[in-house]
């Protein structure tokens, strides 16, 4: 009896608390992740030492950032896990 109102009881609660995700990177591995990064990394540290003009490391920085979900998709994939 306890069992069948307790399962009732959640049954009630899904239907009105929206779903969220549980971890932020729920969709990649950690080595996937740690990968990502290190590449940014490098990108960053590349830029700093072979360009002067800030004008370019900004420029790049921005399109490091923007391009990043799109390669990490295509190259990776859209895993589940």
Do not use: C, H
């Not at 899904?14 to 932020?24: E, F, I, K, N, Q």
């Not at 591995?29 to 072979?50: F, G, K």
């Not at 800030?54 to 295509?74: C, D, G, K, M, N």
Request: hydrophobic share 50%; no cysteine; charged share 25%.
């Amino acid at each position: 009896e306890a069992r069948r109102r307790k399962q009732a009881r959640r049954a009630a609660l899904r239907g009105l608390v929206a779903w969220t995700p549980r971890r932020a990177y729920s969709r990649r591995t950690r080595e996937q992740r740690v990968a990502i990064v290190m590449v940014i990394a490098s990108i960053v540290a590349l830029t700093l030492l072979l360009f002067d003009s800030w004008t370019v490391r900004v420029a790049i920085f921005a399109l490091t950032l923007l391009a990043t979900p799109v390669v990490s998709t295509a190259v990776l994939g859209r895993s589940n896990r």
